[in-house]
């Protein structure tokens, strides 16, 4: 079986510009969880959507939104990107409240 | 508030040696999960283990072991006879069991395994 997929897997953007994530979760699981790693930190929650629905938020500006689509697959967007937004973006998917399986994540780089 | 402290920022150690990665975590939840992950240089986070908090026997897979006390707020990972391929950043993680699943991660620990 597939594992967690993202895409893209690097991005280079300038500040202010605005950027979106993709997630594709395992087969069969429901739930997608974002995270961003900055660079010698650990992950960070951002989000975690359960069938369609936000279900926890971190403490990010609302310059961060996601979605969760019909077929489980997440979108994370990034409004007004900030340099401090370079980092790895993560993306976890899990069957609802079982362990979660992390993707190869998305290394977003703001000039 | 839960948090994770992972105190040990970087361990190096000659190959075949035996090596403890330290895990404290703080959760007011009275049930929980205890994780842990290896990052390897490529980026992506490898499940290792999940421990419930009801179960406080050790578990060994292989040359990998964890230890879980709860006395101490602790949940340790000891890799015996370590190996190069080994190298990696190690993040004990933590969460609440039931509702939805936030998981709060340390800092993460950089073992270096020289040959």
């Known amino acids: 079986d597939a594992g967690v997929t993202q895409s893209p897997t690097h991005l280079i953007k300038t500040r202010g510009q605005h950027v979106t994530l993709r997630c594709s979760p395992i087969?069969?699981?429901?739930?997608v969880s974002w995270y961003q790693q900055v660079l010698g930190q650990g992950p960070q929650f951002i989000f975690q959507?359960?069938?369609?629905?936000?279900?926890g938020r971190g403490n990010f500006p609302d310059r961060f939104s996601a979605r969760q689509f019909p077929n489980y697959s997440s979108e994370l967007n990034v409004n007004a990107l900030l340099l401090g937004d370079s980092a790895l973006y993560l993306c976890?998917?899990?069957?609802?409240?079982?362990?979660?399986?992390f993707g190869p994540g998305t290394r977003l780089t703001v000039l | 508030a839960q948090k994770v402290t992972q105190a040990q920022t970087e361990i190096s150690v000659v190959e075949k040696e035996d090596v403890t990665l330290d895990c404290v975590y703080e959760?007011?939840?009275?049930?929980?999960?205890l994780f842990w992950y290896k990052q390897p240089p490529s980026g992506e986070l490898v499940f290792l283990i999940r421990r419930n908090s009801f179960d406080e026997q050790n578990e060994i897979s292989g040359r990998y072991s964890w230890n879980f006390q709860k006395s101490t707020s602790s949940f340790n990972f000891t890799i015996t006879a370590s190996q190069v391929v080994d190298s990696a950043v190690y993040f004990c993680?933590?969460?609440?069991?039931?509702?939805?699943?936030?998981?709060?991660f340390g800092i993460g620990t950089k073992l270096q395994v020289i040959p």
């Open positions: 959760t007011r939840d009275t049930t929980y999960y």
């Open positions: 993680a933590l969460s609440r069991s039931g509702g939805y699943q936030k998981v709060t």
């Open positions: 959507y359960y069938e369609k629905e936000e279900r």
């Open positions: 087969s069969g699981h429901k739930s």
């Open positions: 976890a998917s899990s069957k609802k409240d079982n362990e979660q399986f």
